[in-house]
């Protein structure tokens, strides 16, 4: 296998903000949903105007830009999409993300010059599948989750070339079969196939026994009970070399209805580590820097793992046992300009004249700055930034490109 090549570094994103902030950090291309067929009807979508500008802005970039249409389409609703395929054609996009065969049929009449992304959704598992999907017309195949890493490895071995293969890399994992769940739809009614999952798997569970009402009994050890569903995140940044030598084209991040932030420092620390394993000539026992490892940790997270790619979970459990995401950092502001040895930011949460905070910038190790001579926007002196999104400055020795964040650490590690 040649692997002298880096992967796509695919990006999600959820609005206008977090497209910015992957085409920012490095992304080669970005996945973004319509207001229809796609799969996170709770994030954030691109009108018909925004979808326009944000092709154009992302080919500005040199990156590609690919529209999900991966939702379970009821035969009602196959009316509205010739027209919703072909505006999305004429847009610019690269390509559809999509999971449905009728789907697919239509994209190839009605959008012949996109290239077609088989969804995750779809539940590839094996390289039967892929080819015939491959003869259907896909360009790309995203893997189910379920899938070792050997196994994707013979998917390639006994596929066409032409036919690229896209995994995740990092993010939330789902504990169904590549998401076909019912739970959601069984206990909310609101349809996980149809992207308004409500995520029951997350939640708390006790048993009750039939003739004592009212009275719970918790499943775990302890009288906290156990999040039985709930699994961790997936974070492969310390095992690129060996995807890439299974011949994935294409690294996926996980994330549509996450933070800009969360964008940036995922898509900045897959950046950086993608281009130190080819600036070390694609050395297959490459392993990124420390800190660029470390920066997983500043965003909300489970705890996290590496999914089914290594080890069966029945040896490495994905399960969770607690709820919520842990934080041990928060965004305090975002840079706007930096003139003369001052820093021109905007407020994201409140900090103090005398505080330290960090400094993450596009391929860089984070640097720390401790906060002097605060001034509000109106150039007063100020002991902290109380408002939300307020602007303000401060003297700042290092300069400091527009859209960097600065972050500062919790006292103590929430759990939410």
């Given at each position: ?309 290594f080890s069966s979970p029945r040896e490495n459990a994905e399960i969770y046992g607690k709820g919520g ?92």
């Amino acid at each position: 296998m040649n692997v002298n090549k880096c992967p796509e570094l695919l990006a999600p994103a959820g609005d206008g903000e977090r497209l910015r902030a992957a085409l920012r950090y490095g992304a080669d291309a970005v996945y973004v949903g319509a207001d229809r067929f796609g799969m996170r009807a709770a994030a954030a979508y691109f009108s018909e105007e925004k979808l326009r500008e944000s092709c154009a802005l992302t080919h500005a970039h040199g990156a590609k830009l690919y529209l999900t249409c991966n939702t379970l389409p009821r035969n009602e609703e196959f009316a509205a999409l010739p027209a919703f395929l072909s505006f999305a054609q004429d847009c610019g996009v690269d390509a559809l993300i999509v999971t449905d065969l009728g789907v697919m049929a239509l994209a190839k009449r009605y959008a012949p010059r996109l290239e077609l992304h088989v969804s995750t959704q779809a539940g590839v598992t094996n390289y039967a599948a892929a080819n015939e999907l491959y003869a259907l017309g896909a360009k790309r195949i995203v893997t189910a989750r379920e899938l070792s890493l050997a196994e994707i490895a013979e998917i390639r071995s006994k596929t066409p070339r032409e036919l690229e293969i896209e995994c995740f890399v990092h993010g939330a994992m789902c504990v169904s079969f590549s998401g076909r769940c019912l739970l959601s739809n069984y206990l909310t009614g609101r349809d996980s196939n149809r992207g308004d999952c409500a995520q029951p798997c997350r939640w708390q569970y006790a048993l009750q026994e039939e003739k004592r009402p009212g009275e719970y009994f918790p499943i775990g050890e302890d009288a906290d009970g156990t999040y039985i569903l709930n699994s961790r995140d997936m974070c492969l940044l310390g095992h690129l070399p060996a995807l890439a030598a299974d011949g994935i084209d294409s690294f996926k991040i996980e994330g549509r209805a996450k933070s800009a932030y969360y964008t940036a420092v995922c898509v900045n620390a897959y950046r950086c580590a993608l281009d130190g394993y080819a600036t070390s000539g694609f050395d297959p026992a490459y392993r990124p820097a420390d800190w660029i490892l470390e920066e997983p940790l500043r965003v909300s997270h489970r705890e996290y793992c590496t999914g089914f790619y290594f080890s069966s979970p029945r040896e490495n459990a994905e399960i969770y046992g607690k709820g919520g995401y842990v934080r041990k950092w928060d965004v305090a502001a975002v840079a706007e300009r930096w003139e003369n040895g001052v820093l021109y930011a905007s407020q994201r949460n409140r900090f103090f004249a005398g505080d330290t905070l960090e400094i993450m910038m596009r391929g860089a190790p984070p640097a720390r700055v401790t906060v002097t001579d605060l001034r509000s926007g109106e150039g007063e002196p100020i002991e902290s930034t109380p408002h939300p999104m307020m602007p303000f400055s401060f003297a700042c020795p290092i300069a400091v490109p527009p859209g960097a964040y600065l972050r500062m650490e919790r006292a103590e590690t929430e759990i939410r």
